[in-house]
């Protein structure tokens, strides 16, 4: 049973479009983490969500935690071909970070 | 900021042999350090959580003899992948948690890409 289940797995869009990703889990989290990874590169971190209700803003890209703090949202606003890649929610729970499933996004010219 | 290095980033080695990661922090001390398995498209999956001077934490399904952790120091961890099969091959990442409060301590390695032949 995957504790953060994330969703879409895939996502191909063209340049341009909006687009969400979603990130839930029956579970609560003190704090939640979206991560971006390039191909044979670790995952950098983009924001760290604690409050819940709680809504970041990184240029294009909006964070938000649930108000029960069970869920994220990222949307991505116009999406340029350089968002490309895979991205990753994790969830802070007993002092380690688990992961969801991942969502790879391809954004086409 | 916090920076963790891994090393090597690739390597490829025969069936049978071992080979061992290292993971170290920087300029910072990591009381504590994880340790993920990636295949390809897919998510980071936990193996185990070290703490230095204790013995590591596996996560169900992880054989502790196969994966071999060592947190002798608060900088530097060790995963070594003894008699290492092609099943084996795979993106491993290390993870370590010091005190840098901007994203709650977790800073990861490059990853260290294994292939067993």
């Known amino acids: 049973t995957q504790l953060l289940e994330q969703s879409p797995q895939f996502l191909s869009i063209q340049e341009g479009e909006n687009l969400t990703v979603y990130c839930n889990s029956s579970?609560?989290?003190?704090?939640l983490q979206w991560y971006r990874q390039e191909p044979g590169e670790g995952p950098v971190l983009l924001v760290t969500?604690?409050?819940?209700?709680e809504v970041k803003k990184l240029k294009r890209l909006t964070f938000q935690f649930g108000d029960a703090r069970k869920d994220s949202s990222l949307h991505i606003t116009a999406a340029q071909t350089g968002d490309t890649g895979l991205y990753l929610c994790a969830g802070d729970q007993g002092g380690k970070l688990i992961f969801g499933q991942g969502t790879e996004l391809s954004v086409k010219p | 900021g916090a920076v963790v290095s891994q090393h090597p980033s690739w390597v490829i080695c025969k069936s049978g042999t071992s080979v061992k990661i290292e993971c170290r922090s920087l300029d910072f001390q990591a009381t504590t350090m994880f340790w993920y398995r990636q295949f390809p498209k897919q998510s980071l999956m936990l193996m185990a959580t070290?703490?230095?001077?204790?013995?590591?934490?596996?996560e169900q399904g992880v054989e502790k003899d196969k994966f071999l952790i060592n947190h002798a120091s608060l900088t530097l961890s060790t995963l070594t992948v003894t008699s290492a099969h092609p099943e084996d091959s795979s993106f491993y990442i290390c993870?370590?948690?010091?005190?840098?409060?901007?994203?709650?301590?977790?800073?990861f390695g490059s990853g260290t890409r294994l292939t067993v032949v």
């Open positions: 993870s370590a948690q010091g005190t840098d409060s901007t994203n709650y301590g977790y800073t």
């Open positions: 969500v604690v409050t819940g209700g």
């Open positions: 070290s703490n230095e001077g204790s013995k590591a934490t596996y």
């Open positions: 579970s609560v989290f003190s704090s």
